[in-house]
């Protein structure tokens, strides 16, 4: 069991910057792929992006290039920060954690809203 809690989420205009943070707890050996997810207004839940456990990122097409996501072991910690904002990142983000051997994200946060003004 992992649980995820985020924080950082807020209101800011396009073009600005803002750092998600989602702090773990419990068994977080036992994952091995965490990751950064958004729910936008009417749409589903789609992946923004991942990280393995030997430090692989991955990201969505959308957000290439202005967003960076990463762990700090030590802290337990999962860091998405987020340049070049536009109205389009408007969204609840998660965090999320994948167990070893599972298929699929299994520990999800409970959310952040992040909305970005034109």
């Known amino acids: 069991q992992v649980q995820l809690v985020e924080s950082g989420g807020g209101s800011v205009q396009a073009g600005g910057s803002l750092r998600l943070l989602c702090v773990a707890s419990?068994?977080?050996?036992?994952?091995?792929?965490w990751g950064w997810f958004r729910r936008a207004p009417g749409k589903g839940r789609g992946v923004v992006a991942t990280?393995?456990?030997?430090?692989?990122?991955s990201y969505v097409a959308s957000v290439k290039g202005r967003f960076t996501i990463s762990r700090d072991i030590g802290k337990n910690t999962l860091d998405l920060q987020m340049n070049t904002l536009n109205p389009e990142d408007t969204a609840t983000y998660y965090c999320?954690?994948?167990?070893?051997?599972?298929?699929?994200?299994?520990?999800w946060g409970q959310g952040t809203q992040v909305t970005v003004s034109s």
């Open positions: 999320a954690a994948r167990e070893k051997r599972r298929a699929t994200f299994d520990y």
């Open positions: 990280i393995d456990t030997y430090g692989t990122p």
């Open positions: 419990g068994s977080t050996p036992n994952m091995d792929y």
